[in-house]
């Protein structure tokens, strides 16, 4: 089946740095990627949509100045928090679309950010 | 807006015992309904689905059954092994959401031998 790649699987950062998480199809192209967000005992949360070569479209609510996304390839797509402040800690996922049907959404196996 | 509730957990059981994760959804269109498995180390996996009232989706033992008149998605499996150990994700879709994915916070199960 198809494979989502994301690195780190976690990090611990000091507050004001910046992480960058990345998100790979293996061995798919994806033109759609999204970006999820999960804080403890709450829902996942989406919180970008990304297609390659264009802008992300954000959520309501979250900050696009703050959570940069880039989708430079049909194969990957980044995440960057910046200037990170521990209330940022979070699990972060992502997911990539192969085709239009539901069913083809395949996810990352998460990045579990720790901001000191 | 749509939204997934579903268990908190987390769930511990024995090995062979019954499992019921219950999921219920709010919803203004009619969506399509998920389970997802997250195995450790892994990425969310699809485990079944249900597209219309009263569809049942079923994969791997598991069942789930899509009941518009209690608005649920209860999953199900009559015998649990160690290797189920994982954590569940209930998720709906809808075309009038622009088939955005909501999920609920997901249950964490354990099965002891």
């Known amino acids: 089946g198809a494979v989502v790649s994301q690195h780190p699987s976690w990090v611990i950062c000091k507050s004001g740095t910046s992480v960058k998480i990345e998100c790979r199809s293996l061995?798919?192209?994806?033109?759609?990627m999204f970006w999820y967000r999960q804080f403890p005992k709450q829902s996942l949360m989406l919180m970008a949509t990304s297609n390659e070569g264009s802008k992300a479209t954000y959520e309501q609510g979250v900050e696009k100045d703050k959570f940069l996304i880039n989708h430079a390839s049909l194969t990957l797509s980044t995440l960057t928090v910046t200037s990170a402040h521990p209330e940022d800690s979070s699990f972060y996922i992502c997911?990539?679309?192969?085709?239009?049907?539901?069913?083809?959404?395949?996810f990352g196996s998460g990045t579990q950010l720790s901001v000191l | 807006g749509d939204s997934v509730t579903q268990m908190e957990g987390p769930v511990t059981l024995s090995e062979e015992a019954f499992l019921t994760i219950n999921c219920t959804y709010t919803a203004t269109g009619y969506p399509s309904l998920f389970w997802y498995v997250q195995y450790p180390g892994e990425g969310l996996q699809l485990l079944l689905k249900?597209?219309?009232?009263?569809d049942k989706g079923s994969n791997k033992g598991f069942e789930a059954t899509y009941r518009k008149e209690t608005t649920s998605f209860h999953l199900e499996k009559g015998s649990v092994q160690v290797s189920d150990s994982a954590v569940y994700f209930c998720a709906l879709s809808d075309i009038f959401n622009n088939n955005d994915m909501r999920f609920g916070a997901g249950t964490r199960l354990t099965v002891k031998p």
């Open positions: 997911s990539a679309r192969t085709g239009t049907g539901l069913e083809k959404l395949f």
């Open positions: 061995d798919f192209q994806a033109t759609t």
């Open positions: 249900a597209t219309k009232a009263d």
